[in-house]
């Protein structure tokens, strides 16, 4: 299996904190792999939020997404992780984990996050 998979999204109010989780089902992540975070608002382009490399797990942030966003990833585990602090209403999306390698990317169906104010 290739296909990353996105877990951990539900409905949580202004000021939480979420954790989503992204595996890749039945197979792994490998050392050449680069593992990206995005999400898309209701009416809004897909963004990216920041991506990780999964050999060194060296990260890289958007600007806008900085601070309140940490993409971590366990080695030993295969899956990689995005933590959400202070959740805002506008940061109710849907959240896709992107596994690249080289330029070959696969995309997760994506996990929906609420936040109610």
């Known amino acids: 299996q290739v296909q990353p998979a996105e877990s951990g999204g539900g409905v949580v109010q202004a000021g939480d904190s979420l954790t989503l989780s992204c595996s890749v089902s039945g197979g792994t992540f490998v050392g050449d792999d680069m593992v990206a975070w995005y999400r898309q608002a209701p009416g809004k382009e897909r963004e990216v939020i920041g991506t990780?490399?999964?050999?060194?797990?060296?990260?890289h942030y958007a600007d806008s997404m900085r601070g309140r966003f940490t993409i971590y990833r366990n080695y030993h585990e295969n899956r990689a992780w995005l933590h959400m602090n202070g959740l805002k209403p506008e940061d109710t999306a849907i959240y896709y984990c992107?596994?690249?390698?080289?330029?070959?990317?696969?995309w997760g169906q994506g996990t929906k996050v609420t936040v109610s104010s």
């Open positions: 990780i490399t999964w050999d060194a797990g060296s990260r």
């Open positions: 992107k596994r690249q390698r080289d330029s070959v990317m696969y």
